[in-house]
């Protein structure tokens, strides 16, 4: 039976949700939900997407995704498929992981929001060692949201969700934790309420843009970098090398380009040199001196 489409904007806010097949679970170990989240900031340095929360169990794992402009499904599909093959590996094993393609439903109202946070927060309650206290488990946004404990990956933008309790941190805090708690789980099965909803929920958040030409980021890093040859083929000169892993990791961002289409623009190079010139061009961003503000020029409105 052929798939549904799913429905989706490159605005709108997601409750993304992520399944193993029965026999094994996904999440089975500590080091595997580290490896997830590690992954899933990775692709956050490219496509610049918002983690509002998240919590991962054994055998599935719970989001609030703000697209921010990008595709969804570009997202969780390399995100995915990269947790997949470095868990096979792992784990030396083969085949599927995941039960399904991931599902996503569609964010529609604050209080859609509000109970969705609610919603993945209880998740650990379902644990007798955390039955009565959901916040002391490590692998969920809820003790960031609670102030207990800083974000370790640098993954969440919990303000989004908490500035709709208060405007004054610890109030928020204080006014959260209480939802959680008066919250009932049988109240929180909100999915049928919602299942074919198309409405989407908007704010007053700024989006980024997808739309750029590849034209304009190649003279845009050859300008802010100080070098002219981006697309050679063949070089060892240093200079030339981080310009076009700065260049790989913003045109995969944003320009909803493909692997193979970002290959053929850097001058026909293999497929696999496209990742590995993102993993260099992510690093060099993130922790090099030089490089930190080339987003920041490029995207005005951007805020790393």
Known sequence: MARCARFKTNDAIFHVMIKSIPEINLFGLDCDKEMYLDILKFYQQIYHFKVYSYCLMSNHGHFIIDCNGADISRVMHSINFKYALNFNKKHNRNGHLFRERFKSKLINSERYLLTASAYIHRNPVDIINYKDSPENYKYSSLAVYLGLRNDPKGILDEDFVMQLFSSNVKKARKKYKKFIYLCDDKKLKYEEDYENTKKEYSSD??????????????????????????????????????????????????????????????????????????????????ERRQFKNVLNNFIPSYSS
């Open 205 to 286: 958040r700024e989006i980024i843009t997808r739309d750029w030409n590849p034209k304009e980021i190649l003279k845009f890093i050859s300008n802010e970098i100080g070098v002219e040859c981006i697309s050679s083929l063949k070089t060892n000169n240093s200079d030339i090398i981080h310009a076009r892993a700065v260049s790989a990791v913003l045109l995969r961002g944003l320009c909803n380009l493909t692997c193979s289409d970002i290959a053929q623009i850097l001058g026909d190079i293999p497929l696999y040199m496209v990742s590995k010139l993102c993993r260099i061009g992510v690093k060099i961003l993130y």
